[in-house]
């Protein structure tokens, strides 16, 4: 079964190993292999470590292939995942499904080791040899450059089991166990598969495993209990020790605020396990007496930092009720307690460190005298284990030196850095949805996220890949395919392609906007001159009533495909609200009639000042058809119940002509919380005069409807957040406002504002209303166009009204809406009339060096405003991120002739069902571990599965397909199969038979 893994034999591991580096530069799929200078090798338990990383016990630490894809990618320290009395089967029963989540800070419902203890060993003696094999025969580094540090729990009674005593002693000295004997006799077998490794090198591979561990117990664990186990390891095993330390040493109070103040405040807990766990006075005189214990028999001691934190499952993150966090969230709680323990011990301690530690922090960690580091939550990214090369990377001026104790001071500032800057915080609001709708395909599945979250599906990854390259005439021209406005949506786009940029799970997302603005800016010399009239292939001629993004962008397009067509503008001026009402600061005029220029150099017609009030009139006049892009202008009702307003278009639109006429008093109050409110409350903090605005929202900013970005921008103007208040009446320079409260969601997922039958009141001298405008209907009703409740046109898919050859676009037919989303509505209308499509540039989101994509994997930018390339993962070309962040190596990307895309295969046998391929698969419905072609290792797991997939038998694969099972040749063409899945069954059979257990 999928969730049951099947360790593989010794004989497998380094077959695979060797096959699979030999014949495609790759170790478990890990193409950045680290090698290692001896020469800075860190000291520690009388062993040494080349780097002074490496992976947390966890998820990556369980299976030998998880430990050799880690070593190759630069991982020295391996804290083994945790062992206890409660094992195999048993403990698979109480580990609910999927059980990690780490698209952000991260969860886990999971904790020892799935295998059974003798399973768990030999996983880890494997690994052990392995990786010396490796390390000799690629050159990887020293094969004594690597430690492997054991973890067991959780109390005294479990570690003292027989079972758990021989898993100490065995990895102590393996040397008569069955496991190390067979993979020391199966090198010697085999020495004709190796170049370098020989019989002198393997006799010299230490059956010394281990020589230092981690004490792992449950959160409650009394202060006796910990130092009775640990008194155990040091004194009847002879083990340098850790004492692992719970992020709850800090208390409550401390844990609950810092979380708060970094916007974790959704992340809930109460007080019982700070109650419970270790207490700070009890925790000081116990590291002391150990410490000395180890002194006395020469053992070096420690403490690991920190445990993962005990949280409530509030919103079904996870199928259990309780998770424990890890990655951003805990670094903060993780370096306050180093911190802590560093100025009590004056620097003296040894830390092993573990909370939120990734590239960011890293170098910064052991130059402040904390290693080893281990991760966990960064490599459950995309990038996976690749990412430990980047980290290699950033460690490699560091003297290798042993440890001559901690830097106070220096723990002290990052702890500070943690609490009060920007690294770990959450953004303002809710995070938006990662996923693209859809089921994951069986093959062919690489798809680009950020076109389908583009309302015109921009050819994204063709202009940024341009942009990287320098071609920004090339840029600008796959631009404007499906973009009129370029230097518009270049500035004001709320850019919800980046919501699912998969670059989100690395850093940050790639600058889509900006770079389409830079492409712009720096492409319109050489693209716009060459933009010239298309010769009429239509009898059409269309009327286009509206000058703003709807109409520009409609008769951009119509134009483009030879149909005639005029725009009818009751302004003096083409360009709608971005020309007369939004601020100047946020876009300037000569990009608003770059684009203008852009759109009518197909040879539109313009008649401004012209006001339309019939349909009719328009086709008396010879139109064929009347495109209805007025936008939405119309005031919304009254809101104050006494008292005078200010309309925010009206307001707007003054302050960008004549601001000077502008009186607003002192205190000017915004109601509202979109994006037009936000420009209205910064526009009002140049008005002279002016000295503070407010905005008044019924909800917190968490929930306001503005972009993220325009809440930040507001704040940075100085604009004050007037939160959980709801207008009522304005009265001598006083705002009276009901103060609510949040209760249940609503329909919309925001939690309901509630009166709480209290009030207050906030200076006004003005007032200004931003709550939604609303679409003029005079025009739509003298043609008799069907409006809906909502007050918009109803209109079909094409965007057709009831009114033959009359059509709406923009927000006259949307209400309040965004430039982009006008013109994807104004490509819907242009298509309908002219028959015309978009897809002249789509080929170009497919970059032709595979090899290029694949490049930018693993690295995780530090400065990802001011980075250049754009960083872009070119998604359509190649994605794979299932197999990146699968700890068990069991996806693999298989490259198969005759198809363009490497193809995702699933290992059943070394799969848990973890889940964490389904966290960042693009697919909202997309779980790679059950979804994808699936190879099988025996009947048994073939019978208890539903996945689609094959095993090999006598006489073919035996193949399930649609439901339906049944034996096929796939080097027959026409055996049946669908031809992409033959091709990769062939391929694997071929050229991947590591991946099949024969």
């Known amino acids: 079964m999928s969730d049951i893994m099947r360790p593989i034999g010794f004989d497998h591991l380094m077959t695979w190993i060797l096959d699979e580096y030999r014949t495609k530069g790759t170790v478990f799929g890990e193409q950045r292999v680290v090698r290692c200078d001896p020469e800075r090798a860190f000291p520690i338990f009388d062993e040494r470590i080349e780097t002074p990383f490496g992976m947390a016990a966890g998820p990556n630490t369980q299976l030998a292939q998880n430990l050799v894809a880690g070593y190759v990618c630069g991982a020295r320290f391996f804290e083994l995942k945790t062992v206890q009395k409660m094992d195999g089967a048993e403990l698979s029963a109480c580990v609910p499904k999927p059980c990690i989540l780490a698209s952000d800070e991260a969860y886990n419902c999971e904790w020892s080791t799935e295998l059974t203890v003798p399973q768990a060993f030999a996983e880890y003696v494997k690994a052990w040899v392995a990786c010396k094999l490796i390390a000799r025969e690629f050159g990887?580094?020293?094969?004594?450059?690597?430690?492997?540090?054991?973890?067991?729990?959780?109390?005294?009674?479990?570690?003292?089991?027989?079972?758990?005593?021989?898993?100490?002693?065995?990895?102590?000295?393996?040397?008569?166990?069955?496991?190390?004997?067979?993979?020391?006799?199966?090198?010697?077998?085999?020495?004709?598969?190796?170049?370098?490794?020989?019989?002198?090198?393997?006799?010299?591979?230490?059956?010394?495993?281990?020589?230092?561990?981690?004490?792992?117990?449950?959160?409650?664990c009394p202060p006796a209990e910990i130092e009775k186990i640990a008194t155990h390891l040091i004194c009847e095993k002879g083990l340098n020790t850790y004492v692992k330390c719970n992020p709850t040493l800090l208390g409550y109070e401390f844990a609950r605020t810092t979380l708060d103040g970094l916007g974790y405040d959704y992340v809930a807990f109460d007080?019982?396990?700070?109650?419970?766990?270790?207490?700070?006075?009890?925790?000081?005189?116990?590291?002391?007496?150990?410490?000395?214990?180890?002194?006395?028999?020469?053992?070096?001691?420690?403490?690991?930092?920190?445990?993962?934190?005990?949280?409530?499952?509030?919103?079904?993150?996870?199928?259990?009720?309780?998770?424990?966090?890890?990655?951003?969230?805990?670094?903060?709680?993780?370096?306050?307690?180093a911190a802590k323990i560093a100025e009590r011990f004056d620097g003296t301690l040894r830390m092993s460190y573990s909370g939120g530690a990734d590239a960011h922090n890293m170098a910064v960690l052991v130059s402040a005298g904390i290693w080893p580091v281990t991760v966990a939550t960064t490599i459950l990214k995309p990038g996976g284990y690749e990412r430990l090369s980047q980290i290699t990377g950033l460690l490699t001026e560091l003297p290798g030196e042993a440890f001559t104790g901690a830097d106070p001071?220096?723990?002290?500032?990052?702890?500070?850095?943690?609490?009060?800057?920007?690294?770990?915080r959450k953004p303002i609001k809710p995070l938006p949805e990662r996923h693209i709708p859809g089921e994951l395909p069986i093959t062919d599945c690489f798809t680009a996220p950020c076109r389908h979250d583009c309302p015109i599906h921009q050819d994204i990854p063709g202009y940024l890949r341009a942009v990287d390259e320098g071609r920004y005439a090339d840029a600008l021209r796959i631009v404007l395919e499906r973009n009129a406005l370029p230097f518009m949506t270049g500035t004001l786009c709320p850019h919800h392609c980046t919501d699912a940029c998969m670059r989100n799970y690395v850093d940050a997302h790639v600058l889509?906007?900006?770079?389409?603005?830079?492409?712009?800016?720096?492409?319109?010399?050489?693209?716009?001159?060459?933009?010239?009239?298309?010769?009429?292939?239509?009898?059409?001629?269309?009327?286009?009533?509206?000058?703003?993004?709807?109409?520009?962008?409609?008769?951009?397009?119509?134009?483009?495909?030879?149909?005639?067509?005029?725009?009818?503008?009751?302004?003096?001026?083409?360009?709608?609200?971005?020309?007369?009402?939004?601020?100047?600061?946020?876009?300037?005029?000569?990009?608003?009639?770059?684009?203008?220029?852009?759109?009518?150099?197909?040879?539109?017609?313009?008649?401004?000042?012209?006001?339309?009030?019939?349909?009719?009139?328009?086709?008396?006049?010879?139109?064929?058809?009347?495109?209805?892009?007025?936008?939405?202008?119309?005031?919304?009702?009254?809101?104050?119940?006494?008292?005078?307003?200010?309309?925010?278009?009206?307001?707007?639109?003054?302050?960008?002509?004549?601001?000077?006429?502008?009186?607003?008093?002192?205190d000017v109050v915004v109601i509202g919380g979109g994006n037009?409110?936000?420009?209205?409350?910064?526009?009002?903090?140049?008005?002279?005069?002016?000295?503070?605005?407010?905005?008044?929202?019924?909800?917190?900013?968490?929930?306001?409807?503005?972009?993220?970005?325009?809440?930040?921008?507001?704040?940075?103007?100085?604009?004050?957040?007037?939160?959980?208040?709801?207008?009522?009446?304005?009265?001598?320079?006083?705002?009276?406002?009901?103060?609510?409260?949040?209760?249940?969601?609503?329909?919309?997922?925001?939690?309901?504002?509630?009166p709480t039958g209290e009030t207050v009141e906030v200076p006004a001298t003005s007032v200004i209303v931003a709550v939604g405008e609303k679409v003029e209907c005079g025009l739509f009703e003298s043609a008799g166009v069907e409006l809906t409740d909502r007050g918009i046109p109803a209109v079909s898919a094409n965007l057709a009204s009831n009114v033959e050859g009359v059509w709406v676009a923009g927000d006259a037919r949307r209400g309040p809406a965004t430039i982009v989303e006008a013109i994807a509505d104004a490509a819907v209308?242009?298509?309908?009339?002219?028959?015309?499509?978009?897809?002249?540039?789509?080929?170009?989101?497919?970059?032709?060096?595979?090899?290029?994509?694949?490049?930018?994997?693993?690295?995780?930018?530090?400065?990802?405003?001011?980075?250049?390339?754009?960083?872009?993962?070119?998604?359509?070309?190649?994605?794979?991120?299932?197999?990146?962040?699968?700890?068990?190596?069991?996806?693999?990307a298989v490259r198969v002739p005759g198809m363009r895309q490497r193809q995702i295969v699933h290992v059943d046998g070394m799969c848990n069902e973890c889940g964490n391929c389904a966290v960042f698969c693009p697919y909202s419905e997309g779980r790679p571990y059950k979804d994808k072609l699936t190879v099988f290792w025996g009947e048994e797991d073939f019978e208890n599965s539903e996945n689609e997939g094959f095993l090999e038998v006598d006489g073919g694969v035996k193949v399930r397909l649609d439901g339906q099972v049944a034996v096929f040749d796939p080097d027959d063409g026409d055996c049946g199969l669908p031809d992409g899945v033959r091709r990769t069954i062939q391929a694997v059979r071929r050229d991947y038979a590591y991946l099949l257990c024969r």
């Not at 001071?409 to 770990?424: F, K, S, T, V, Y």
């Open 829 to 892: 209308v242009a298509a309908s009339i002219s028959g015309c499509d978009f897809n002249g540039q789509s080929a170009q989101n497919i970059d032709p060096e595979y090899g290029r994509a694949l490049a930018t994997r693993g690295d995780v930018a530090h400065d990802c405003g001011h980075c250049t390339p754009t960083r872009c993962l070119g998604c359509p070309t190649v994605c794979e991120a299932c197999v990146e962040v699968c700890p068990n190596r069991a996806n693999v």
């Open 409 to 424: 001071e220096r723990i002290a500032e990052l702890a500070d850095e943690a609490a009060h800057g920007d690294a770990c």
């Open 140 to 220: 990887f580094g020293d094969p004594d450059g690597f430690v492997f540090n054991m973890s067991v729990g959780y109390d005294y009674e479990g570690i003292t089991t027989p079972k758990i005593d021989a898993y100490i002693e065995g990895m102590k000295d393996a040397s008569d166990t069955e496991v190390f004997k067979e993979a020391i006799a199966w090198t010697r077998d085999h020495l004709d598969l190796f170049e370098v490794v020989d019989e002198a090198f393997v006799d010299s591979i230490t059956p010394h495993v281990s020589a230092s561990i981690t004490e792992s117990t449950l959160h409650g």
């Open 676 to 754: 037009t409110a936000m420009d209205v409350a910064r526009a009002a903090k140049r008005i002279p005069g002016v000295e503070n605005v407010r905005l008044v929202y019924r909800r917190n900013r968490r929930y306001m409807p503005a972009e993220e970005e325009e809440l930040v921008f507001a704040l940075e103007d100085g604009v004050e957040f007037m939160e959980l208040l709801s207008p009522g009446k304005l009265h001598e320079g006083s705002l009276t406002c009901d103060v609510m409260a949040l209760g249940a969601p609503d329909a919309s997922g925001r939690r309901r504002p509630e």
């Open 271 to 337: 007080d019982h396990h700070f109650v419970e766990d270790l207490q700070w006075a009890d925790a000081v005189p116990m590291i002391e007496r150990l410490r000395a214990l180890c002194n006395e028999r020469g053992l070096e001691f420690g403490v690991k930092l920190t445990n993962t934190f005990p949280v409530d499952v509030t919103r079904s993150e996870l199928p259990s009720e309780e998770m424990y966090m890890s990655g951003r969230s805990l670094y903060p709680l993780s370096i306050a307690l």
């Open 512 to 666: 889509i906007r900006e770079a389409k603005l830079e492409a712009a800016k720096r492409g319109f010399a050489a693209v716009a001159p060459a933009l010239a009239a298309t010769e009429k292939s239509s009898d059409r001629r269309v009327a286009i009533v509206g000058g703003g993004p709807a109409g520009l962008a409609c008769a951009c397009f119509l134009t483009r495909a030879g149909v005639p067509a005029t725009i009818f503008e009751r302004a003096e001026s083409l360009g709608g609200v971005v020309r007369h009402v939004i601020p100047g600061f946020r876009i300037a005029d000569e990009d608003i009639q770059k684009d203008i220029d852009l759109c009518l150099a197909y040879g539109a017609e313009v008649r401004c000042g012209v006001e339309v009030d019939s349909v009719d009139a328009l086709k008396d006049e010879g139109f064929t058809d009347v495109v209805v892009a007025t936008g939405a202008w119309a005031p919304a009702p009254q809101v104050l119940s006494e008292g005078g307003e200010l309309d925010a278009l009206e307001f707007l639109a003054q302050a960008k002509e004549s601001p000077e006429t502008l009186d607003l008093g002192t």
